[in-house]
């Protein structure tokens, strides 16, 4: 038998599901990472071992954000299974949106699950979404340019380090751009990055009153470093710049650092997809000396909907692709480097897993960022790159798009921010908070 076969025999023997009467198709919505793609193609063997097939809805980001939000609150039953993450989690439990994950089988194992995202992922101490990978942010830089520069990259860097090393590196005329970032609008693309960016200056969303706090003087330190070192450093159009086009750029070898998601790491350092995957250093995301690091905390979750008429057999799937078993599924398949990051306990004492280059400062960055406690300062809410309440996805988009219009050079970081503070106080007014 071989390897594959073996271990999907064990996946089959581990796993202990509902056992659905009737074979069912479950509709998936799902965003278009490199994980979740790579999920589909292993469904096949869900579908072998279940009966149940499965039907993809792959989205952008902020689409499938978009999309899954108006489904579950209109109660459109267009999903059997959603990508969420925590922000969305606890907030949906409250509302009686998803089917609480409280039935899994002994084998799932689920307090193996990394503390910090069943944290995030639960409600009153239930959980309501599997991870099917966590992350946090760091960054992921070029060792050969770095080495040009005549600089050494330290675990945990200065954003002024950062900037000098980027204009560094920068070779506009061999198109390598020293830095790479997100500026794409979204609250959980650009104003992601910007957010945890700013807690790492000082900055906050919010007083401890809910006051808005973008006429502050650290927001506008922030935001004017991060504009004048990517207009220096950056890439052209970095407006327009999520995940996926940093994802591109890196791997063509045309930046000489990114921070971003670790969940990256085993994208940029695979030889099939990287033409420097073998010259790709790790170190913790920037600070300024004020205690606080530009790393945000993420899961990319799997999340049953209430109103499915599936759920045996939804739960049947989110059990088998955030197992122990897929991982070793994946494995075998593909190497250690390429399985799901940052969700599992169990993943991090394994010895296989220990030997890939960037396992340990995924989870020294993931242990690092603190939910509780984001800012320099103290804030009222619960959130690293996200503030944990309804109003804030529509607040933070609206807030995005200013800043991307800032890095577009379609207005100034100063008009920007009035406007920022201005809308924001507006919809918590509005909301009550106030």
């Given at each position: 038998m071989?390897?594959?076969?073996?271990?999907?025999?064990?996946?089959t023997?581990?796993?202990?599901?509902?056992?659905?009467?009737t074979?069912e198709?479950?509709?998936?919505?799902?965003?278009?990472?490199?994980?979740?793609?790579?999920?589909?193609?292993?469904?096949?063997?869900?579908?072998?071992?279940?009966?149940?097939?499965?039907?993809?809805?792959?989205?952008?980001?902020?689409?499938?954000?978009q999309?899954?939000?108006?489904?579950?609150a209109?109660?459109?039953?267009?999903f059997?299974?959603?990508?969420?993450g925590?922000?969305?989690?606890?907030?949906?439990?409250?509302?009686?949106?998803?089917?609480?994950?409280?039935?899994l089988?002994?084998?799932?194992?689920a307090?193996?699950?990394?503390?910090?995202?069943?944290?995030?992922l639960?409600?009153?101490?239930?959980?309501?979404?599997?991870?099917?990978?966590?992350?946090?942010?760091?960054?992921?830089?070029r060792?050969?340019?770095m080495?040009?520069?005549?600089?050494?990259?330290?675990?945990?860097?200065t954003?002024?380090?950062?900037?000098e090393?980027a204009?560094?590196m920068?070779?506009?005329?061999?198109?390598?751009?020293?830095i790479?970032?997100?500026?794409?609008?979204g609250?959980?693309?650009?104003?992601?990055?910007?957010?945890?960016?700013?807690?790492?200056?000082?900055?906050?969303?919010?007083?401890?009153?809910w006051?808005?706090?973008f006429?502050?003087?650290?927001w506008?330190?922030?935001?004017?470093?991060?504009?004048?070192?990517?207009?220096?450093?950056?890439?052209n159009?970095?407006?327009?710049?999520?995940?996926?086009?940093?994802l591109?750029l890196?791997?063509?070898?045309?930046?000489?650092?990114?921070?971003?998601?670790?969940?990256?790491?085993?994208?940029?350092?695979n030889?099939?997809?990287?033409?420097?995957?073998?010259?790709?250093?790790?170190?913790?995301?920037?600070?300024?000396?004020?205690?606080k690091?530009?790393?945000?905390?993420?899961?990319?979750?799997l999340?049953i909907?209430?109103?499915?008429?599936?759920e045996?057999?939804?739960?049947?799937?989110?059990?088998?692709?955030?197992?122990?078993?897929?991982i070793?599924?994946?494995?075998?398949?593909?190497?250690?480097a390429?399985?799901?990051?940052?969700?599992?306990?169990?993943?991090?004492?394994?010895?296989?897993?220990?030997?890939?280059?960037f396992a340990?400062?995924?989870?020294?960055?993931?242990?690092?960022?603190?939910?509780?406690?984001?800012?320099?300062?103290?804030?009222?809410?619960?959130?690293?790159?996200?503030?944990?309440?309804?109003?804030?996805?529509?607040?933070?988009?609206?807030?995005s798009?200013?800043?991307?219009?800032?890095?577009?050079?379609?207005?100034?970081?100063?008009?920007?921010?009035?406007?920022?503070?201005?809308?924001?106080?507006?919809?918590?007014?509005?909301?009550?908070?106030?």
């Open positions: 071989s390897l594959t076969k073996t271990v999907y025999a064990a996946t023997m581990a796993l202990v599901t509902a056992g659905s009467a074979a198709n479950l509709v998936i919505a799902t965003v278009n990472n490199g994980d979740m793609v790579r999920m589909q193609g292993y469904t096949d063997n869900f579908t072998e071992k279940t009966g149940h097939t499965v039907e993809w809805v792959t989205l952008e980001e902020n689409v499938l954000r999309r899954v939000t108006t489904d579950i209109a109660k459109g039953g267009s059997d299974i959603m990508t969420i925590m922000y969305e989690t606890p907030i949906w439990a409250a509302n009686d949106w998803l089917v609480p994950l409280d039935g089988s002994d084998a799932y194992d307090d193996d699950i990394l503390p910090a995202m069943r944290e995030g639960s409600y009153d101490g239930t959980l309501y979404a599997a991870p099917f990978y966590g992350e946090s942010s760091m960054i992921m830089y060792t050969d340019l080495e040009k520069a005549g600089l050494e990259m330290p675990q945990a860097p954003w002024d380090f950062i900037r090393a204009a560094a920068t070779d506009r005329e061999n198109d390598i751009n020293g790479c970032l997100r500026g794409k609008a609250w959980g693309e650009g104003g992601a990055l910007i957010t945890v960016t700013a807690n790492s200056f000082g900055a906050r969303w919010f007083d401890e009153d006051n808005a706090q006429d502050q003087p650290a506008n330190e922030a935001l004017t470093f991060f504009v004048e070192m990517m207009n220096e450093s950056g890439p159009g970095y407006a327009t710049n999520g995940f996926n086009e940093n591109n890196f791997q063509q070898g045309k930046c000489g650092m990114w921070i971003d998601a670790t969940v990256a790491a085993s994208f940029v350092t030889p099939d997809d990287s033409t420097v995957a073998d010259k790709v250093g790790f170190a913790l995301a920037p600070n300024t000396g004020k205690g690091n530009a790393n945000w905390l993420w899961a990319w979750a999340a909907p209430a109103g499915t008429q599936k045996d057999a939804a739960k049947e799937f989110v059990e088998w692709a955030t197992s122990k078993e897929y070793e599924l994946v494995a075998a398949n593909e190497g250690w390429n399985v799901p990051p940052g969700a599992r306990t169990s993943l991090y004492e394994n010895e296989n897993y220990k030997a890939v280059p340990a400062m995924t989870l020294e960055s993931i242990n690092v960022a603190d939910p509780k406690n984001p800012t320099v300062d103290p804030v009222p809410y619960v959130g690293v790159q996200f503030v944990a309440i309804p109003e804030f996805a529509g607040i933070a988009t609206e807030v798009q200013e800043f991307s219009a800032v890095y577009a050079g379609q207005q100034t970081v100063e008009e920007a921010l009035e406007k920022a503070q201005a809308l924001t106080n507006d919809a918590m007014e509005a909301a009550g908070y106030r």
